[in-house]
C-alpha cells in the first residue's frame, strides 16, 4: 500500500515562502514520477510541476519561476519551494506518484495541504 503524505501548508503573506513535503511509503519512489497539482475553491485541479526519478523536472508555465520541485530519493519525499507567494496562489496542495510510463499504473494521490496567502 502505497500512501503519500503532504506537509508544509499553512497560512504565509503575500512575498512570503514555503516548502511543502511529501512523503511517501512504499517501495515505488524511487522508480515513479512525483508531481504537486492544487485545487482552489471552485476550480479545477491544476498541474503545477513534475519530477522524475533521475531528477527530470517539468513545470507548468505559469509556474516557472517562483515554484521548484525537487526529491530526496533516500527519503522518499519530494519538496516543492514556492516564493513570491501571492494570494492567487491559495488553494488545497496535492501530491501525486504515477509509474514514468503508464500514467494510470501505480497511480496515488496525498490527503493535500491548505496554502493560504493573505493580502
Known amino acids: 500500500q502505497v500512501q503519500l503524505v503532504e506537509s508544509g501548508g499553512g497560512l504565509v503573506q503575500a512575498g512570503g515562502s514555503l516548502r511543502l513535503s511529501c512523503a511517501a511509503s512504499?517501495?515505488?519512489?524511487?522508480?515513479?514520477?512525483m508531481s504537486w497539482y492544487r485545487q482552489a475553491p471552485g476550480k479545477e485541479r491544476e498541474f503545477i510541476a513534475a519530477i522524475t526519478a533521475g531528477g527530470v523536472t517539468n513545470y507548468a508555465d505559469s509556474k516557472k519561476g517562483r515554484f521548484t520541485i525537487s526529491r530526496d530519493n533516500a527519503k522518499n519525499t519530494v519538496y516543492l519551494q514556492m516564493n513570491s507567494l501571492k494570494p492567487e496562489d491559495t488553494a488545497v496542495y496535492y501530491c501525486n506518484t504515477h509509474h514514468p510510463i503508464v500514467i494510470t499504473k501505480d497511480n496515488y494521490w496525498g490527503q493535500g495541504t491548505q496554502v493560504t496567502v493573505s493580502s
Open positions: 512504499g517501495n515505488i519512489f524511487r522508480f515513479n514520477v
